[in-house]
């Protein structure tokens, strides 16, 4: 699966053990987008992660439909596997 980073919101702010260096918005295979992941930064190791955007605000979605078709092909799949169990 191809992703791409489509736009770097970058900031510092420290938390507890945990350095946040930003947000950023990705593309999924230009199907889906994914927005406002936050990028962190362990203090201790340096090690990165990532951590998914809730859904609080309804006036910013964190996802967005670009291929119409994907919600086709993602019912189709979800009924399959209902199916077959």
């Not at 938390?15 to 230009?30: C, Q, S």
């Not at 309804?58 to 077959?84: A, G, R, W, Y």
């Amino acid at each position: 699966m191809n992703v791409y980073i489509e736009k770097f919101y970058n900031f510092e702010v420290d938390y507890r053990n945990y350095k946040v260096l930003g947000y950023i918005d990705i593309n999924l295979e230009n199907s889906v987008r994914l927005k406002y992941i936050k990028v962190l930064q362990n203090k201790l190791d340096n090690s990165l992660f990532f951590q998914m955007p809730t859904c609080k605000d309804s006036k910013k979605p964190f996802f967005e439909l670009l291929d119409s078709k994907i919600l086709e092909h993602v019912k189709q799949n979800v009924l399959k596997m209902l199916t077959e169990k």
